[in-house]
């Protein structure tokens, strides 16, 4: 599958945004489907995935309670519901698509959270 993401953007801390993982290809519901971060200067770490199937859920600590994944294979789609925004957040957030032994990256959407 190819993937795009988008949604992201300058916001103040406190503030939600939601991103939009898209999905073009075939069989995109077998797909584990994941966002994961990498701020300036850091490595890229894992925020969220939502498995393909019954669609089970995992966040990482870090945005526990105040992130959601959702997907909705009908339109091929993934997003994140972030509220409760830090400046910490602040990263580009890559989508990442799973099966198997098949991984496909988005190109990244830049979120900014200003204090």
């Known amino acids: 599958v190819q993937l795009q993401a988008s949604g992201g953007g300058a916001m103040q801390a406190g503030g939600s945004r939601r991103l939009s993982c898209s999905a073009s290809?075939?069989?995109?519901?077998?797909?584990?489907v994941a966002w994961f971060r990498q701020a300036a200067g850091k490595e890229r770490e894992f925020v969220s995935a939502v498995k393909y199937g019954v669609g089970t859920t995992y966040y990482s600590d870090f945005v526990k309670g105040r992130f959601t994944i959702s997907r909705d294979n009908s339109k091929k789609k993934v997003s994140l519901q972030m509220s409760g925004l830090k400046p910490e957040d602040t990263a580009v957030y890559y989508c990442n698509a799973k099966r198997g032994l098949t991984m496909s990256w988005g190109q990244g959407t830049q979120v900014t959270v200003s204090s």
């Open positions: 290809g075939r069989q995109f519901i077998n797909y584990t």
